[in-house]
């Protein structure tokens, strides 16, 4: 009896909020997560399983798009996921797992940009098109989306290892997140830059799009219904972006 006395003692009702918070964390977060990644499977299985997709640079492009916005939601689920576990590792383990989450995370607005631009000249040169958007530039645009992700990235880590003295097989004191690894102020000024120039550039090309599309519109030799179509879709990219902006400007 008496032990029981004490076990009731000991259980503050922090516990019960902590187990609360938990429970809401999981609701908001993780079950979210799980629907949304299984749509996006879903749809990643659709445009591959048929040829038309595979070989249509409209599909394509949003093969890529779908598929690192969910590596990048894999991923960032995962690291809230060690986060709360309180899951401590050594700086080389932290790093490992940032690359790919930050790599997909800057892919996503880049990815925007030229499937606004295959829009633009689906619609403003319609006897071009075949020309100008083939599949092999269309992988080529895709491999260049993924080329200034990894350079980003590439830069970031040799400024780490040249700038930042504490050894990679150090345990961190702290939980593994982006602004614990790229601590100096360095690392904070270079991502600003490379963010504000990133999403000025993706915003006027997509910006640039809408209204190249809407003009094309008024035009009489335009196809009214394909042009509305594409200047909805262009909005819509505008509209992601502006999520996505929203998003960088929380670690």
């Not at 576990?85 to 790093?95: A, S």
């Not at 958007?133 to 993924?146: D, K």
């Not at 599309?213 to 505008?238: E, F, G, P, Q, R």
Request: with cysteine; aromatic share 10%; net charge neutral.
């Amino acid at each position: 009896m008496q032990n029981e006395f004490q076990l009731q003692q000991n259980s503050s009702p922090s516990d019960g909020k902590e187990e609360d918070l938990a429970g809401v964390w999981v609701v908001f977060s993780i079950v979210p997560c799980l629907i949304f990644l299984y749509i996006n499977c879903v749809m990643l299985y659709t445009l591959r399983s048929k040829p038309v997709f595979r070989e249509t640079s409209r599909y394509l492009l949003l093969y890529n798009l779908l598929l690192a916005e969910t590596l990048q939601m894999i991923l960032a689920q995962m690291m809230s996921l060690l986060n709360v576990g309180m899951v401590f590792m050594t700086r080389l383990m932290c790093l490992l797992v940032l690359i790919p989450t930050i790599i997909t995370t800057i892919t996503s607005p880049f990815s925007l940009a030229v499937m606004s631009l295959e829009r633009y000249v689906a619609v403003c040169f319609p006897l071009r098109y075949a020309s100008i958007v083939t599949v092999p530039t269309t992988y080529g645009a895709i491999a260049v989306v993924w080329a200034i992700s990894y350079a980003n990235m590439l830069i970031r880590v040799i400024m780490l290892t040249t700038l930042d003295a504490r050894p990679f097989g150090q345990f961190m004191s702290v939980l593994c997140t982006e602004t614990n690894i790229f601590q100096l102020k360095i690392f904070s000024e270079f991502e600003s830059g490379f963010v504000c120039a990133e999403f000025v550039s993706v915003g006027l090309i997509i910006i640039l799009s809408y209204v190249g599309v809407m003009v094309a519109a008024k035009a009489a030799s335009t196809d009214k219904l394909s042009a509305n179509k594409a200047s909805k879709t262009v909005l819509l990219h505008m509209i992601q972006l502006g999520l996505s902006l929203s998003s960088s400007m929380v670690s």
